[in-house]
């Protein structure tokens, strides 16, 4: 993708002072601390007006930040801000943000890792905060195709047509925002009535995409997290997606009325990394498609209308090698699941991993069409798919206001 | 003669009066009982079906699986329970109003039937739990085979199911007092004769996926034979 580089070199530097807040996510203290130095070293001479302070967070029962003189020995096995929300446990970024209301910090962020060296990203980072006055700055990374495709294959798309804005690696576990959207989160009344939810990635993204806050996105390089083991696809699944389907319920009256999309100021040069190997196992999907489909159908059939389920019997029924689940079908599950998880049509956890197979079959059309496919194509491809969902709303409009109604 | 008849027929109707007499007392306390029972029904009713309006019991067991969803309000979950809460104050309070008559028969039957009517209620309870626990954890473990990807997933949801069913079945008989050392051995033997069934589902099914799974966790052990397919089962795709 050929992302917009938003050039503001024109601004004011004089305006660049304040104090910049940075939490780092638990590492061992001897990373923790050489992190620390080379963030605050590029920081102070990429802004030279500004004080930057960075801490480390600690996982637990009760986050905090801390020196990273004082981080512990060993770094915790779980991703302190994505981990926070799904363990039922305090929030760090809420912690992350009363420090920042408490310094006054110009513009705070919540960093898993340095990034790429040879790019500036932290002046993508904190620049637009700094310089041009955004609240809300989304990381987004270079990533393999094949990678992130839960991102790819349902949150691009929905929270795009849901909020009209294509901020596309919506998913992520770091944020930098400005300390008047500190205080305007710290605020929401959410961290009373849901602490568990509130603080979550998406609960974050979605508070500021429904809100009427400056957001943009930063592209930062190359991906961080690695590559470890692939996560299963239905803990993922439920892990990433049920979060968004809850964000749906919490901003229903404003996702109703918005329509189409609009792109988000981008800074950074950002596309898909190339010269990935290809080697998906695409008759695995396909099968795990029709397993499900020979097995879960019934239980699909409280959640997907009539229509859908034939669509799906007869994607199923095509010759070996050629069943997918097409974008205006998949466009159309993903409301529906999203409307059978307000109504609690099914127990919420097997509701969303009983999507996987449906999810499986999408990717292993996905996986056909941009196996040929360079950078750009496959941006195309993830275009195409995201007019389907726009196209599509209306669908999830009708669906979700007359839930009982299979055919609206 | 005609005197004597008339005396025997006096005596007989002075006999059955003075019976009734004796009786009358404990028929009124025994229609006192069955109005109080039949109040305490309706009352007991009432407080069951808000509890479970309450808790909305009805969406819940759908949700879960436990219940059915149709359209059939009248088989309701909240129903049934109203039901049998109703029906089971007034069936007590018929059994304890009988017991006041006093008559031999009665009191014994009576007697019998209190001192059960606890154990067997909890017996039913313990067993219609059973069933429901039954039909989550097939929808779970249903969910979880299709997700692993393994052929024979109806039979091994199935296969739990009615593993729960059996063990909720063995543990309120055993509470029933049904059956002595009947129940466990036939539990012992279906509950051993499902799991080896599990297994060679399991077995066959999935072996494959087993057999990629014992690679992965003992990569040194060359005794399993593997097929020669990739590490990751999906193929090269990260989702998160």
């Known amino acids: 993708?050929?992302?917009?580089?938003?050039?503001?070199?024109?601004?004011?530097?004089?305006?660049?002072?304040?104090?910049?807040?940075?939490?780092?996510?638990?590492?061992?203290?001897?990373?923790?601390?050489?992190?620390?130095?080379?963030?605050?070293?590029?920081?102070?001479?990429?802004?030279?007006?500004?004080?930057?302070?960075?801490?480390?967070?600690?996982?637990?029962?009760?986050?905090?930040?801390?020196?990273?003189?004082?981080?512990?020995?060993?770094?915790?096995?779980?991703?302190?801000?994505?981990?926070?929300?799904?363990?039922?446990?305090?929030?760090?970024?809420?912690?992350?943000?009363?420090?920042?209301?408490?310094?006054?910090?110009?513009?705070?962020?919540?960093?898993?890792?340095?990034?790429?060296?040879s790019l500036d990203w932290l002046g993508h980072l904190f620049q637009p905060i700094l310089e041009a006055d955004f609240d809300f700055v989304s990381p987004s990374y270079r990533r393999n195709r094949f990678d992130g495709m839960l991102n790819t294959a349902i949150v691009y798309p929905l929270v795009r047509s849901l909020f009209g804005r294509r901020l596309r690696q919506p998913t992520g576990s770091e944020a930098a925002f400005s300390v008047t959207l500190a205080r305007s989160l710290l605020a929401q009344p959410a961290w009373r009535r849901d602490p568990a939810y509130a603080g979550s990635p998406a609960w974050l993204v979605g508070s500021i995409l429904a809100g009427a806050c400056r957001a943009c996105q930063a592209w930062l390089g190359r991906w961080p997290g690695g590559a470890g083991p692939a996560e299963d696809a239905s803990h993922a699944l439920a892990r990433i997606v049920g979060p968004w389907f809850h964000e749906m319920e919490r901003h229903a009256e404003r996702w109703q009325r918005v329509e189409g999309s609009e792109p988000v100021p981008t800074f950074g040069q950002?596309?898909?990394?190339?010269?990935?190997?290809?080697?998906?196992?695409?008759?695995?999907?396909?099968?795990?498609?029709?397993?499900?489909?020979?097995?879960?159908?019934?239980?699909?059939?409280?959640?997907?209308?009539?229509?859908?389920?034939?669509?799906?019997?007869?994607?199923?029924?095509?010759?070996?090698?050629?069943?997918?689940?097409?974008?205006?079908?998949?466009?159309?599950?993903?409301?529906?699941?999203?409307?059978?998880?307000?109504?609690?049509?099914?127990?919420?956890?097997?509701?969303?991993?009983?999507?996987?197979?449906?999810?499986?079959?999408?990717?292993?059309?996905?996986?056909?069409?941009?196996?040929?496919?360079?950078?750009?194509?496959?941006?195309?491809?993830?275009?195409?798919?995201?007019?389907?969902?726009?196209?599509?709303?209306?669908?999830?409009?009708?669906?979700?206001?007359?839930?009982?109604?299979?055919?609206? | 003669m005609w005197q004597n008849t008339k005396r025997v027929f006096l005596d007989s109707v002075e006999h059955i009066l003075n019976a009734a007499a004796q009786l009358l007392p404990s028929v009124l306390a025994m229609l006192v009982i069955f109005i109080f029972t039949l109040v305490l029904a309706i009352a007991v009713r009432s407080v069951v079906r808000r509890l479970c309006n309450k808790l909305a019991l009805d969406r819940r067991l759908r949700e879960w699986g436990v219940a059915p969803v149709s359209s059939d309000s009248w088989a309701s979950p909240t129903k049934l329970l109203t039901r049998i809460s109703f029906w089971t104050v007034l069936l007590l309070g018929l059994f304890l109003g009988l017991s006041v008559l006093d008559t031999p028969v009665a009191s014994a039957i009576d007697l019998r039937i209190l001192e059960y009517a606890p154990r067997l209620l909890v017996a039913f309870a313990m067993f219609a739990i059973a069933v429901g626990i039954a039909r989550v954890v097939e929808r779970n473990?249903?969910?979880?085979?299709?997700?692993?990807?393994?052929?024979?997933?109806?039979?091994?949801?199935?296969?739990?199911?009615?593993?729960?069913?059996?063990?909720?079945?063995?543990?309120?008989?055993?509470?029933?007092?049904?059956?002595?050392?009947?129940?466990?051995?036939?539990?012992?033997?279906?509950?051993?004769?499902?799991?080896?069934?599990?297994?060679?589902?399991?077995?066959?099914?999935a072996k494959d996926l087993v057999a990629r799974s014992l690679q992965r966790r003992f990569p040194d052990a060359g005794s399993v034979e593997a097929p020669p397919e990739q590490e990751e089962p999906r193929g090269g795709i990260h989702h998160v």
Not at chain 2, 193 to 201: E, K, M, P, Q, Y
């Open chain 2, 141 to 205: 473990v249903l969910i979880g085979a299709v997700n692993m990807g393994m052929q024979s997933a109806r039979l091994i949801a199935l296969g739990a199911r009615w593993l729960v069913v059996l063990l909720g079945a063995a543990i309120a008989l055993d509470h029933a007092g049904v059956g002595a050392s009947v129940v466990p051995l036939a539990f012992g033997i279906l509950f051993g004769g499902i799991v080896f069934a599990l297994a060679l589902a399991v077995g066959l099914g």
């Open chain 1, 270 to 408: 950002g596309a898909a990394l190339d010269g990935e190997r290809s080697d998906v196992d695409v008759a695995a999907l396909e099968d795990g498609f029709r397993l499900g489909l020979r097995e879960l159908e019934s239980l699909w059939g409280l959640v997907l209308p009539p229509a859908t389920l034939l669509a799906l019997r007869r994607a199923a029924a095509a010759p070996a090698g050629k069943a997918r689940v097409s974008d205006p079908v998949w466009a159309r599950i993903v409301y529906d699941f999203a409307v059978a998880y307000s109504v609690r049509a099914v127990e919420r956890q097997q509701l969303l991993r009983s999507m996987t197979p449906l999810y499986l079959g999408w990717v292993r059309g996905f996986v056909e069409d941009v196996r040929e496919l360079d950078a750009d194509g496959t941006e195309e491809r993830v275009e195409a798919l995201c007019g389907w969902f726009e196209r599509e709303k209306r669908y999830g409009i009708a669906r979700w206001r007359w839930p009982d109604n299979f055919n609206p």
């Open chain 1, 1 to 117: 993708m050929s992302a917009t580089s938003t050039g503001l070199s024109a601004v004011a530097e004089s305006r660049a002072g304040g104090e910049i807040l940075i939490a780092l996510e638990a590492a061992d203290r001897r990373s923790a601390t050489d992190s620390a130095a080379a963030i605050r070293a590029r920081l102070s001479e990429r802004f030279s007006g500004c004080n930057a302070t960075v801490l480390v967070t600690t996982a637990g029962t009760d986050p905090a930040l801390v020196d990273p003189a004082d981080a512990p020995d060993v770094p915790p096995a779980a991703p302190t801000l994505a981990g926070a929300a799904i363990a039922g446990q305090p929030s760090v970024l809420r912690t992350v943000l009363e420090e920042a209301d408490r310094r006054g910090a110009r513009a705070a962020a919540l960093l898993s890792a340095a990034h790429d060296e």
